[in-house]
């Protein structure tokens, strides 16, 4: 018979499932009890650059934050005039080292910002790490073309990270001191926080899903302040349900040419 591994045969008394469920809801309640303020400020700028007619643009400098502007971008519920900027350099599916690599590459963030037309409107850098070259650059870049920022990002993993750590930006600023508003997501330090003893390190990472729901957070703010105002918010429809794709024709015809990735 087949000998079982020592770390399965003494077993453990660990629900990995509650507590990654457990500590989930705690951080969502955190975001909730004490981001309310950020997400309010974070939101008149977005409902601003609406009224004005001028697009929401947003970026996920690196890996997994990437999908931050996936979530925003195109999506049913969501707003329209978001311009995702996911330029193929730190997208993992172009190569997942690659992505490491050109995150850490100072100056490269600003030559996207250029590729991707970003002039006016609002800014939303959205990197759980808040610390690499690209994400800092890109906030920077936004707040010297005259752009209003936001950052979301952890505090404490940022402010954990030791200055000499070689994925932080050359100033060693964190991206929370650089941008306009800050909207923490309360990410803990190492991201996963499920602790099995027996192989020595952490499992079940939450930044996805708290970036995710710091973004739609902002995003339904936003359409309620749009509402407030007597403005008609610009949400998309799902295009898998019936009618989707005719209620969605007048903003493609609008945004088409303005919304690079559209």
């Keep these: 018979m087949e000998k079982v591994p020592d770390f399965l045969e003494r077993g453990e008394n660990v629900d990995g499932l509650k507590i990654y469920h457990d500590k989930i809801k705690d951080l969502i309640d955190e975001i909730i009890e004490k981001e309310k303020g950020s997400i309010e400020k974070a939101a008149n700028l977005m ?59 100072p100056g490269y963030g600003i030559s996207v910002l250029k590729a991707f037309d970003v002039d006016g409107g609002v800014l939303i850098v959205v990197n759980a790490y808040g610390i690499n070259s690209m994400c800092i650059d890109v906030a920077l870049e936004g707040r010297r073309r005259g752009i209003p920022t936001i950052g979301v990002t952890s505090k404490e993993f940022s402010d954990r990270v030791p200055k000499d750590h070689p994925a932080r930006h050359p100033s060693k600023k964190n991206l929370y001191e650089v941008v306009d508003v800050h909207v923490d997501n309360h990410m803990p330090y190492g991201d ?23 973004l739609n957070l902002m995003t339904i703010r936003t359409i309620e302040l749009l509402i407030e105002r007597g403005v008609e918010p610009p949400v998309w ?14 903003y493609l015809r609008k945004y088409v040419g303005r919304i690079r990735l559209l």
């Design 192 to 214: 996963a926080i499920v602790k099995l003893e027996k192989i020595n390190r952490n499992i079940g990472p939450v930044s996805t899903i708290l970036n995710s729901f710091v």
């Design 237 to 250: 429809v799902s295009s898998n349900v019936p009618g989707g794709d005719e209620m969605n024709k007048e």
């Design 47 to 105: 409902a601003d650059a609406i009224e004005r007619d001028e697009l929401i643009h947003v970026i996920g400098p690196g890996g997994h934050s990437n999908m931050g502007a996936y979530e925003m971008f195109y999506r049913a519920g969501g707003l329209v005039p978001v311009n995702a900027i996911l330029d193929p350099g730190t997208l993992i599916s172009m190569g997942a080292r690659r992505s490491t690599i050109i995150e850490r590459t």
